[in-house]
Structure formats: C-alpha cells, structure tokens
C-alpha cells in the first residue's frame, strides 16, 4: 500500500493535498439529516471531493495515481476513528455516462476501509439514469439498522418522484 499525500485541514474542516502531479484535491463532507421511522433524526454526512477546484464531468485522462485513492480512504478511516458512531454516503451520479464506472472504482477503493467499517450499495433509477449510491457505517452502530432502512426509503423516495 503506497502511503497517502501530506494533506492539511481546512478551518472548515476539509482535507487537501497535492499531488505529485500537482494536481490539488480536496475532500470534504457535507452534513445532511435522516429521520427514521420512530421520529429520531440521523445526521448523515456526504463524502466528495473535487480535483483542480472542480467537479469534472470529462472522461478521466490523467494518469492513474494509487496516491489519491490511498489519500482518500485515509481520510475516510480517519473519519470513522475520530467518529465511529457517523455515517458517510456517497453518490455516482450520471450526468457524463460515467456513474456506473465512478462507482467501481469507489468499490475498489473500499477495500481499504477499516475492517470495522461495511458499505451498503444501491443502484436507483432517476430521470432515465442510474445513480449509484454507498452508505458507509461501523459495522457496530447500535442505530445501523434504523440508519439503512430509513437510508433505502429516502431512495424509494427519489425513485417514486
């Protein structure tokens, strides 16, 4: 496993760091809340990131670099260990044809995770696409179960609009 890229964090709490290609990444999460079936609010948190202050949608055309995917889930089992009872979601969407090829390489990716921590994986239509969307959680999170099915009916939600 290469190790990550020095990052630094942000006074707003996202990472960046510089490839050695010197490209400028930056992640963050993004909070958002889920109310459950017996009236409890969830606070969920959506994992992005952006490379050159962007959100391309343009076929990938860089060289591959281990370095950015073992930058990432760094920061993403750094999450977990700094807040092991949150929850990371993460959304492909399709809006360059690309979601479904984003989303296996987020599954390759995974395999870093900490062990603790499982991946829950959906597939849904929307607006004649797919979106593919992960929900990260520690495998032990006494609320896991409330937090997925409350997690799947916000995504039958968006599919029955």
């Known amino acids: 496993m290469s190790l990550p890229y020095k990052f630094y964090v942000s006074e707003d709490g996202s990472?960046?760091?510089i490839t050695k290609e010197n490209h400028k990444y930056l992640v963050y999460?993004?909070?958002?809340?889920?109310?459950?079936a017996e009236n409890n609010t969830h606070i969920l948190y959506s994992l992005g990131f952006s490379r050159d202050g962007e959100h391309s949608c343009k076929p990938f055309s860089v060289k591959y670099d281990s370095?950015?995917?073992?930058?990432?889930?760094?920061?993403?089992?750094?999450f977990f260990n700094k807040?092991?009872?949150k929850t990371l979601i993460y959304f492909?969407?399709?809006?360059?044809?690309?979601?479904?090829?984003?989303?296996?390489?987020?599954?390759?990716?995974?395999?870093?995770l900490n062990v603790s921590i499982e991946k829950h994986n959906s597939v849904i239509?929307?607006?004649?696409?797919?979106?593919?969307?992960?929900?990260?959680?520690?495998r032990d999170n006494p609320l896991k179960s409330l937090i997925?099915?409350?997690?799947?009916?916000?995504?039958?939600?968006?599919?029955?609009?």
């Open 148 to 161: 997925l099915k409350s997690f799947n009916t916000y995504l039958e939600e968006i599919i029955n609009k």
């Open 29 to 36: 999460f993004s909070e958002s809340t889920l109310p459950d």
């Open 92 to 112: 492909c969407f399709d809006d360059d044809g690309y979601s479904r090829h984003r989303s296996i390489v987020f599954n390759q990716w995974c395999k870093d």
């Open 15 to 17: 990472y960046n760091f």
């Open 83 to 85: 807040n092991d009872h």
């Open 125 to 138: 239509p929307y607006k004649g696409q797919f979106v593919y969307s992960s929900l990260i959680i520690v």
């Open 67 to 78: 370095g950015i995917r073992f930058t990432i889930m760094f920061i993403v089992n750094d």
